[in-house]
């Protein structure tokens, strides 16, 4: 197979960024990119590709990252640009298919992510008498770094697939917050698929096609697309800005962090909450939508924005300091004699020593839906992140912030959801079967 | 000013593309590029861009386009990846104060497609008492190829401001189509603003800085992302894909084709039906969102689909011919004794031939947005056109589409506008000037 008709036209390369770990650029093996399309000539029965490669010093976006490992990727996985993220609902009683489901979702999202079709048929492959194995959207684009992530929801270890017994402690339905204004058309569900890329025709076929697979055992609940990633999950990344105009997750937790990974992240294995061996290495997500009332935000003095969030709005620096990555000090005095950084900004809300030394790993993207039907844009931030117990985690924080944060004058939580998304697999092992084991 | 700091990282370099005329890559000129944030220092109150530049043979995505010309950017500029559209209506009764937004828009808009702030203050050259004059979500990113193309509404030449009289016999609302599932509520609209750009947090910010310049004077009647172009509008573009997996607009015209353009697209100033000199290089834009049941056409064998389109699915051949460019042979008669391409195919209802030579300028999206509420995705085609009268364009075609393309079985037309987008700006002419003059 020749790699030559690899699109590199999206090199990172003006950032002079160092290579981060789990990229894999190149395709050194046969099959290990079996990209779609056009330019390379690929047998469409390849196998379903294995992960090897070489790793060069440029970050490709139109890269394949591996899917098989310790963690699921698309966590720590430098956080690509586009995301499609849908949350599910299991509508069979037949614990048996739903087994098989993620057995062929493994499948599916292993191909994907190494840039082949849904299935060896691809396109054309099953003849002219039966539907095609892959919808066909995405052909001819790379891998374009999509990762796909798979979480279940506290619901699906109700008692119809026998999983009671296996449900974490952790793994609670989220508690009302202040201000809450939940729809349920856009909370919950048995199970999210997170698709990110830096093509959205990418995430976007990727959930088509796995949605397609479970036509008959899962209905889609809620989808989210998400224009624009809101967070940085590695170091080499320069920090985006919300809808806000301001940057965000600056002080995120890292990639290449990896003891503040294991503490706020990663599940382990005698996690008293985690759910025992089948969660060990995986992560809990939280889903928020919101809503952000951009037109009330964009009448408000800069000095009332600034204060609001805790940083300046040019250089993203916390108050009273120069540079974005200055370390706050929340004690440091302004002209004024009030602190730099008010009581109740949002930076200081949300900080880890206001909260018991409580952090969170965000990977949240931008959104506008179309309008709301009153003359504004429906627009905001669909907020994920990835802990090791929201209940020691997220529920603290957000309470912190839902009681007084005076950024909730401009937002509105109208979305919410948590899943526990296991550990990456094997060679060989499929999606459930820890779980199922 | 230095340009120094310019990204190029979306340099197309695969294609070999020759240069598209209108492109302009590298800044010539003191303030031809003013990009947004830190890699290049530029004063906040530099002038707004005009658009001298030099051309070199790559195309970069994220380039500016020069917002003045003999015709409005956005219609034959090449595609560009992703696109937020927004209709609008005028909630004041004072046309002064509408031909003062219009002026204001066209300051923004040219600031904006050149790569700066919406305003000369920007992102905080207000001071600290003032709200920002730029909502600061794009601020460090280049121009990205943002265009942004104005239109007019049939219904801002009712009796509100005085237009009465310059309505074009052109600009009438579209007819009843059989099958048209039409919602009020995405249909319509006084104005249209079109925002395509290769990042689309360029083209979310620079629909959310003109609505936000019309508060009070007009609101959001309906707005659509479109995550991926389903058009090539130049022979420089590879033909994307839709989300029924097939080609599209394979047989578009085509910027390069100038005579095709002066016959189809543009309005000449004689024009019967046109508008008269205000709209003598202008054209017509018709936008329908078309719901696309995805989950039933990945149900159908892959003779019957590209029996139903025409086109082979893997190369986008015509049926009967080998490469994507063949020409159409309606006549071919295939091994069955059948013509090749079925009689109500939609290659063969929609092509030039069958309406009398109509033809028209695609530039749609791919769009995604959320689920149903019944288990599926809301996924389909924005489709958006140009042309030089819809009742004898658009309308006929697609009253041959709505009586007998197969298409509709799968297809849903559920929101419907149309648009008089007026000529390019001579160098100090602002949008509205020739409309109100």
């Given at each position: ?21 789990g ?21 469409d ?5 294995g ?14 990252i ?8 698309g ?11 849908v ?26 992510t ?14 002219p ?15 374009s ?71 008959g055992?899962?209905?889609?609940r809620?989808s989210q ?6 967070s940085s999950?590695?170091?080499a ?5 919300n ?25 382990a294995k ?7 061996a ?11 939508r ?16 600034e204060?609001?969030?805790g ?6 620096a916390?108050?009273?300091?120069a ?28 900080h ?7 952090r ?33 985690q ?11 944060d005076v ?7 109208n ?7 296991p ?11 820890a779980?199922f084991?």
């Amino acid at each position: 197979m020749s790699t030559e008709g690899l699109s590199r036209r999206h090199l990172i390369g003006a950032s002079g960024s160092a290579a981060v770990a789990g990229i894999v650029v190149g395709a050194a093996g046969t099959g290990a990119l079996a990209p779609r399309g056009n330019t390379v000539t690929r047998g469409d029965d390849a196998p379903a590709a294995g992960a090897p490669g070489s790793t060069t010093p440029a970050l490709a976006l139109d890269a394949a990252i591996p899917f098989r490992g310790v963690h699921q990727a698309g966590i720590v996985t430098p956080a690509q640009d586009r995301l499609h993220f849908v949350a599910l609902d299991v509508v069979t009683k037949d614990a048996a298919q739903l087994r098989e489901l993620l057995k062929a979702w493994t499948r599916a999202a292993e191909r994907m992510t190494a840039g082949a079709e849904a299935a060896p048929g691809g396109l054309v492959g099953g003849g002219p008498n039966r539907a095609p194995e892959d919808t066909g959207e995405a052909y001819g684009l790379p891998a374009s770094g999509l990762t796909i992530t798979i979480g279940y929801g506290p619901s699906l270890f109700d008692d119809r697939f026998g999983l009671a017994s296996r449900k974490p402690v952790a793994l609670e339905e989220l508690p009302a917050f202040a201000g809450d204004q939940l729809d349920p058309k856009r909370s919950g569900g048995d199970l999210c698929l997170q698709a990110c890329a830096n093509d959205p025709q990418v995430a976007v076929h990727a959930v088509r096609n796995l949605v397609r697979l479970g036509f008959g055992i899962v209905a889609v609940r809620w989808s989210q697309l998400g224009f624009g990633r809101t967070s940085s999950t590695s170091t080499a990344q320069a920090t985006p800005r919300n809808m806000f105009g301001f940057k965000d997750g600056t002080n995120n937790v890292k990639a290449e962090q990896l003891e503040d990974l294991a503490q706020h992240v990663w599940v382990a294995k005698d996690d008293e909450t985690g759910g025992g061996a089948w969660m060990a290495g995986g992560s809990y997500l939280v889903a928020r939508r919101i809503r952000m009332h951009i037109e009330v935000w964009d009448r408000t003095p800069l000095q009332e924005q600034e204060d609001i969030i805790g940083r300046d709005k040019k250089e993203g620096a916390p108050l009273g300091q120069a540079k974005e990555f200055d370390t706050l000090d929340f004690a440091k005095k302004g002209p004024d004699g009030e602190t730099a950084i008010p009581v109740n900004a949002h930076v200081r809300l949300a900080h880890a020593s206001q909260l018991g030394g409580v952090r969170i790993l965000r990977r949240g993207y931008n959104f506008t839906d179309g309008s709301d039907g009153v003359g504004h844009l429906d627009a905001g931030l669909f907020f994920l992140a990835y802990m090791r117990d929201p209940g020691r985690q997220f529920v603290p924080m957000q309470r912190a912030l839902a009681k007084a944060d005076v950024l909730n004058e401009y937002i509105e939580h109208n979305g919410s959801a948590v899943f526990a998304c296991p550990p990456g697999l094997a060679d060989g092992e499929y999606w459930g079967q820890a779980l199922f084991a």
